[in-house]
Nanobody
Framework: QVQLVESGGGLVQTGGSPRLSCAASGRTFSSTPVGWFRRAPGKEREFVAAISGSGDTTYYADSVKGRFTISRDNAKNTFYLQINSAKPEDTAVYYC?????????????????WGQGTQVTVSS
């Protein structure tokens, strides 16, 4: 059974730098893309960042470009989202997701496996 488990969320101050982790089990995702999405209160789930299986290609939402960094450690089957210069508008539940396919995408419906999410709250 495939499981994605996020960790690293919590309450941070504006300007803080939390790092989210996503540990995968049940299958190896070393060759397939993974992504991070978030859902803010009262809003739809939105794309945040994605990375190719090799780690060579990354995509970011405009709202986080330059502040967030997605990375992966294929040996550990674990993926990360580094948040820098956190803003109150980054407050959301953050989800990691993985694909069966090999093409990096930014759309929610393209991802086959999802974690339960981790709450990040940025205080002003």
């Amino acid at each position: 059974q495939v499981q994605l488990v996020e960790s690293g969320g919590g309450l941070v101050q504006t300007g803080g730098s939390p790092r989210l982790s996503c540990a995968a089990s049940g299958r190896t995702f070393s060759s397939t893309p993974v992504g991070w999405f978030r859902r803010a209160p009262g809003k739809e789930r939105e794309f945040v960042a994605a990375i190719s299986g090799s780690g060579d290609t990354t995509y970011y939402a405009d709202s986080v470009k330059g502040r967030f960094t997605i990375s992966r450690d294929n040996a550990k089957n674990t993926f990360y989202l580094q948040i820098n210069s956190a803003k109150p508008e980054d407050t959301a539940v953050y989800y990691c997701a993985a694909r069966r396919g090999i093409v990096v995408t930014t759309t929610t419906y393209s991802y086959d496996y999802w974690g339960q999410g981790t709450q990040v709250t940025v205080s002003s």
